[in-house]
């Protein structure tokens, strides 16, 4: 064992400079304080009622009624306790404070793969750096995209393991990718584990070439069997979380609609067209890999006092706190996206590397990270480039689900950085043997830093730093301020900002590309050695891109845990609904973006909410019932017994709603339609309580001969829990109750005194039952066979991964000092 920790040294010692980085970067962590992230923000709002409960029984319902009436709590909180990787992540997240947790992932997983990799151990450190510090894996952070982050960091180590395997350690190397692609489907980003694919698809594809050219098809036959099996493994550890998923997207917003008439056609699934494209990367916009701030940087406030908009302003007598603030909201961000959080930023050292690397690497690994690079790129460009984007959404299964496709630049995130710490390591073991090299070091540095001083000193040959709609924006902002004359000096100010900010990062990468490739020149001509050399590019590059990413993640975006804790201050109108001792209603909240905050459904349950992935029918629901304007009819049967509105004043005020139909009642009349839109056609103009819109689908359920009068029947529901509902009824004969809940038959269950009865779905969204005449207990669960017995193949498959580790560190142990022996 000493010997081991002795040989081994290096690599705790590294490990321990990463844990120290961590810390340092983000010291306010272990002073107490707590990372603000807004999506994080609204998670703790989405969890709040499945936390409650959870906390009373130690259960966590798998359903919740805070958002959109009801919805499973699949994509919001649940716990696979049966899958060994929740209990990786869980013992990481305990040990670290967030966000240290997520930046040692992707240290140690990226430092993981440079020495599969066969890098140099401060070599491949510096490139785990570079990884890293890339700005869109701190910008993610902020935001609290923890999910998206956690699976980046994952994608080096799983690359990791498919090397091993593809080199020929097929026992070592499915054992780790088992391991660590189940790590990445648990975090449960499908997005960027799809991206990841298409990326090892390219590298299998390249193989499978070099294979069959060398002739050595069995062995590469072995090591896709190998890799075969472990995705298998690593597919059925996380079989809870992938069927619960996957059973929910069908029935979500990413599934298919089930109106015909809607703009979508009626066989196309997924999102549509222009929303996934949205968020397109500019082609111009690359720059930003270079120079951060050649697009104005994010869309959050970038100008102060200094700039040339506050100047403007205070040269036209407007009070200095008032210019400051107008400064402040006008966007230095100009690309085409809608909004941004920030720039692709890969620091300009590295970028250096990675051309320096199209020079000098000449490893079969070059085609496949300049390969997948080139394909994340063009499809980032989206709508710029939709000859490919196109093939892509329309023909590659489950890629028009995703949304931003400016994303798949993750992909060119991880494998600029490669491509960069193989150049390095090229030069420390062939430096001798690589022709010309000094010239080609000066070829890199001419062309980045070519670039960088292009842009510094004429930023206007390339660039307008003028948005589409400038026009349109002048003519909005001269309306505004009755002064057209006024309103274009403004923009002309706000131009000449972004191309100072331009010109600045410019010059800035520029010095870096200068140091960077001046380092390596002298470590190229002998006047610094290797090791110095290394660690003065470590320390530019962790400079550089250190730099860079305080400016989106620092420490303001740190509280006290105490502020953080009251993110949802409990106003009079919450208190005052609170009091109602009914254990199930609906609010509407018009005082926030009703259908895009989860903030009500803190303290209420809602009617809107925040969610990607809502369910389709809801979704259609609210288009059509609540756009134009608010149907009163449909926020009755949605038992709406509260509505908080605005004087305008930030005052509020409450609309108790006495004609909310309540939680469960009988109807006298059905009414049939054929078709999903005849269904929602019923709700525009109806009676919840009197009549029941029902599909034709359904009819076999009912036996509309044994219906009576329900008149005098009467239902209430006595005992809730969100997966748990308990009703009591009396009523003469056999009736048909309509319940307000929202209708999931992928695993609800209807119990009258314990016997399952069938149910079936009323009003478009809701569940409906006919109930036998006489004194009653309905209860309606939630047992998702997807999740239970998904969670009984998680056990046995984390057993069997266990061992299949277990198994293979012992081989390794073993052949390692069987070589140690004969050596």
């Given at each position: 064992?000493?010997h081991?920790?002795t040989?081994n040294?290096?690599?705790?010692a590294?490990?321990?400079?990463?844990?120290?980085?961590?810390?340092?970067?983000f010291?306010?962590?272990?002073?107490?304080?707590?990372?603000?992230q807004?999506?994080v923000i609204q998670?703790?709002?989405?969890?709040?009622?499945?936390?409650?409960?959870?906390?009373?029984?130690?259960?966590a319902?798998?359903?919740?009624?805070?958002?959109?009436?009801?919805?499973?709590?699949?994509?919001?909180?649940?716990s696979?306790?049966?899958n060994?990787?929740?209990?990786?992540?869980?013992?990481f997240?305990?040990?670290?404070?967030n966000?240290i947790?997520?930046?040692?992932?992707?240290?140690?997983?990226?430092?993981?793969?440079?020495?599969?990799?066969?890098?140099?151990?401060?070599?491949?450190?510096l490139?785990a750096?570079?990884?890293?510090?890339?700005s869109?894996?701190?910008?993610?952070?902020?935001?609290?995209?923890?999910s998206?982050?956690?699976?980046?960091?994952?994608f080096?180590?799983?690359?990791?393991?498919?090397?091993l395997?593809?080199?020929?350690?097929?026992?070592w190397g499915?054992?780790?990718?088992?391991?660590?692609?189940?790590l990445?489907?648990?975090?449960n980003?499908?997005?960027?584990?799809?991206?990841?694919?298409?990326?090892?698809?390219?590298?299998?594809?390249?193989?499978?070439?070099?294979?069959?050219?060398?002739?050595?098809?069995?062995?590469?036959?072995?090591?896709?069997?190998?890799?075969?099996?472990?995705?298998?493994?690593?597919l059925?550890?996380?079989?809870?979380?992938?069927?619960?998923t996957?059973?929910?997207?069908?029935?979500?917003?990413?599934?298919?609609?089930?109106?015909?008439?809607?703009?979508?056609?009626?066989?196309?699934k997924?999102?549509?067209?222009?929303y996934?494209?949205?968020?397109?990367?500019?082609?111009?916009?690359?720059?930003t890999?270079l120079?951060p701030?050649?697009?104005?940087?994010?869309s959050?406030?970038?100008?102060?006092?200094?700039?040339?908009v506050?100047?403007?302003?205070?040269?036209?007598?407007?009070?200095?706190?008032?210019?400051?603030?107008?400064?402040?909201?006008?966007?230095?961000?100009?690309?085409?996206?809608?909004?941004?959080?920030?720039?692709?930023?890969?620091?300009?050292?590295?970028?250096?590397?990675?051309v320096?690397?199209?020079?000098?690497v000449?490893s079969?690994?070059?085609?496949?990270?300049?390969?997948?690079?080139l394909?994340?790129l063009?499809?980032?460009?989206?709508?710029?480039?939709?000859?490919?984007?196109?093939i892509?959404?329309?023909?590659?299964?489950?890629?028009?689900?995703f949304r931003?496709?400016?994303?798949?630049?993750v992909?060119?995130?991880?494998?600029?950085?490669?491509?960069?710490?193989?150049?390095l390591n090229?030069?420390?073991?062939?430096?001798?043997e690589?022709?010309?090299?000094?010239?080609?070091?000066?070829?890199?540095?001419?062309?980045?830093?070519?670039?960088?001083?292009?842009v510094?000193?004429l930023?206007n040959l390339?660039?307008?730093?003028?948005?589409?709609?400038?026009q349109?924006?002048?003519?909005?902002?001269?309306?505004?301020l009755?002064?057209?004359?006024?309103?274009?000096?403004?923009?002309?100010?706000?131009?000449?900002?972004?191309?100072?900010?331009?010109?600045?990062?410019?010059f800035?990468?520029?010095i870096?590309?200068?140091l960077g490739?001046?380092?390596?020149?002298?470590?190229?001509?002998?006047?610094?050695?290797?090791?110095t050399?290394?660690?003065?590019?470590?320390?530019a590059?962790?400079?550089?891109?250190?730099?860079?990413n305080?400016?989106?993640?620092?420490k303001d975006?740190?509280?006290?845990?105490?502020?953080?804790?009251n993110q949802?201050?409990?106003?009079?109108?919450?208190?005052f609904?609170n009091?109602d001792?009914?254990?199930d209603?609906?609010v509407?909240?018009?005082?926030i973006?009703?259908?895009?905050?989860?903030?009500?459904?803190?303290?209420h349950?809602?009617?809107?909410?925040?969610?990607?992935?809502k369910?389709?029918?809801?979704?259609?629901?609210?288009e059509?019932?609540?756009?134009n304007?608010?149907?009163?009819d449909?926020?009755?049967?949605l038992?709406?017994?509260?509505?908080?509105?605005?004087?305008?004043q930030?005052?509020q005020?409450?609309?108790n709603?006495?004609?909310?139909?309540?939680?469960a009642?009988?109807?006298?009349?059905?009414?049939?339609?054929?078709?999903?839109?005849q269904?929602?056609?019923?709700?525009?103009s109806?009676?919840p309580k009197?009549?029941?819109?029902?599909?034709?689908e359904f009819?076999?359920?009912?036996?509309?001969?044994?219906?009576?009068?329900?008149?005098?029947?009467i239902?209430?529901?006595?005992?809730?829990?969100?997966d748990?509902?308990?009703?009591?009824y009396?009523?003469?004969?056999?009736?048909?109750?309509?319940?307000?809940?929202?209708?999931?038959?992928?695993?609800?269950?209807?119990y009258?005194?314990?016997?399952?009865?069938?149910?079936?779905?009323?009003?478009?969204?809701l569940?409906?039952?006919?109930?036998?005449?006489?004194?009653?207990?309905?209860?309606?669960?939630?047992?998702?066979?997807?999740y239970?017995?998904?969670?009984t193949?998680?056990?046995?498959?984390?057993?069997?991964?266990?061992?299949?580790?277990?198994?293979?560190?012992w081989?390794?142990?073993?052949?390692?000092?069987?070589?140690?022996?004969?050596?």
């Amino acid at each position: 064992m000493k010997h081991w920790f002795t040989r081994n040294s290096v690599h705790f010692a590294i490990i321990g400079l990463f844990i120290a980085i961590s810390f340092i970067y983000f010291t306010p962590a272990w002073q107490g304080k707590e990372l603000v992230q807004q999506d994080v923000i609204q998670a703790k709002a989405m969890q709040r009622e499945i936390m409650d409960f959870k906390a009373e029984d130690g259960t966590a319902p798998l359903w919740t009624n805070a958002m959109f009436g009801g919805m499973p709590s699949y994509q919001i909180w649940v716990s696979y306790p049966k899958n060994i990787t929740t209990h990786v992540m869980g013992f990481f997240k305990t040990v670290f404070p967030n966000p240290i947790d997520t930046i040692l992932f992707y240290l140690i997983g990226s430092y993981l793969l440079f020495n599969v990799m066969r890098v140099k151990p401060w070599i491949a450190a510096l490139g785990a750096v570079a990884f890293t510090f890339s700005s869109y894996n701190f910008i993610y952070i902020e935001a609290g995209h923890a999910s998206k982050a956690y699976a980046i960091a994952f994608f080096a180590p799983v690359i990791a393991g498919i090397l091993l395997t593809l080199r020929g350690k097929y026992l070592w190397g499915a054992a780790l990718t088992a391991l660590f692609l189940a790590l990445e489907i648990r975090v449960n980003h499908i997005q960027m584990t799809y991206y990841l694919l298409i990326a090892m698809l390219i590298l299998v594809g390249i193989e499978l070439y070099h294979a069959i050219k060398e002739k050595k098809t069995a062995e590469f036959g072995k090591a896709i069997g190998s890799l075969a099996v472990a995705c298998v493994l690593a597919l059925a550890v996380n079989a809870g979380l992938l069927w619960t998923t996957y059973e929910y997207s069908q029935e979500s917003i990413r599934g298919k609609s089930n109106l015909t008439t809607e703009a979508k056609a009626a066989d196309t699934k997924g999102v549509d067209r222009e929303y996934a494209y949205q968020w397109s990367q500019g082609v111009m916009e690359n720059l930003t890999f270079l120079i951060p701030n050649a697009y104005g940087g994010g869309s959050g406030p970038q100008l102060d006092e200094n700039s040339e908009v506050a100047k403007v302003l205070l040269k036209e007598g407007v009070p200095a706190n008032q210019a400051v603030g107008f400064a402040q909201q006008m966007p230095t961000y100009w690309g085409d996206k809608p909004f941004t959080s920030g720039p692709w930023y890969f620091g300009a050292i590295v970028i250096f590397l990675f051309v320096l690397g199209l020079f000098i690497v000449h490893s079969r690994l070059k085609w496949w990270l300049l390969g997948a690079t080139l394909l994340s790129l063009f499809l980032a460009f989206g709508r710029h480039l939709p000859f490919i984007s196109d093939i892509f959404f329309n023909y590659f299964p489950l890629y028009n689900k995703f949304r931003a496709v400016e994303s798949t630049l993750v992909i060119a995130s991880l494998f600029i950085p490669i491509l960069a710490v193989l150049a390095l390591n090229e030069i420390i073991t062939k430096r001798t043997e690589i022709p010309k090299l000094d010239k080609k070091v000066l070829y890199s540095f001419y062309i980045v830093g070519g670039i960088a001083l292009i842009v510094a000193i004429l930023p206007n040959l390339f660039l307008s730093f003028k948005t589409s709609n400038h026009q349109a924006i002048a003519q909005q902002l001269g309306q505004q301020l009755g002064d057209n004359n006024f309103a274009q000096s403004i923009l002309n100010a706000l131009v000449s900002d972004r191309t100072a900010m331009a010109r600045n990062d410019a010059f800035r990468s520029f010095i870096f590309v200068l140091l960077g490739s001046g380092v390596v020149w002298l470590w190229v001509k002998d006047k610094l050695k290797p090791k110095t050399a290394i660690i003065l590019l470590a320390v530019a590059i962790l400079i550089d891109m250190w730099g860079v990413n305080r400016r989106y993640l620092n420490k303001d975006n740190f509280v006290e845990a105490s502020v953080l804790a009251n993110q949802f201050p409990k106003r009079e109108v919450d208190k005052f609904i609170n009091r109602d001792t009914q254990p199930d209603y609906r609010v509407l909240d018009l005082t926030i973006s009703t259908f895009n905050s989860a903030s009500t459904s803190y303290y209420h349950n809602t009617i809107g909410g925040y969610h990607a992935a809502k369910l389709m029918r809801y979704q259609e629901l609210l288009e059509r019932q609540f756009n134009n304007a608010i149907n009163q009819d449909v926020l009755d049967m949605l038992n709406t017994k509260y509505v908080i509105t605005s004087d305008g004043q930030d005052s509020q005020h409450i609309q108790n709603r006495s004609s909310a139909a309540g939680n469960a009642w009988f109807i006298n009349r059905i009414k049939y339609v054929d078709n999903a839109e005849q269904e929602m056609q019923g709700l525009d103009s109806f009676n919840p309580k009197d009549v029941a819109i029902i599909h034709t689908e359904f009819k076999h359920l009912i036996d509309s001969a044994k219906i009576s009068n329900s008149t005098n029947a009467i239902i209430e529901l006595v005992d809730y829990r969100p997966d748990h509902l308990i009703y009591e009824y009396s009523a003469p004969g056999t009736v048909v109750a309509v319940f307000s809940e929202i209708y999931y038959d992928k695993g609800w269950k209807a119990y009258v005194d314990g016997q399952e009865i069938p149910y079936f779905r009323a009003d478009y969204v809701l569940r409906a039952a006919q109930l036998p005449g006489g004194n009653h207990k309905v209860e309606f669960k939630f047992e998702p066979q997807s999740y239970y017995t998904g969670e009984t193949i998680s056990l046995i498959a984390s057993v069997l991964l266990l061992l299949v580790l277990g198994f293979a560190v012992w081989r390794e142990q073993k052949e390692y000092k069987a070589s140690s022996k004969n050596s």
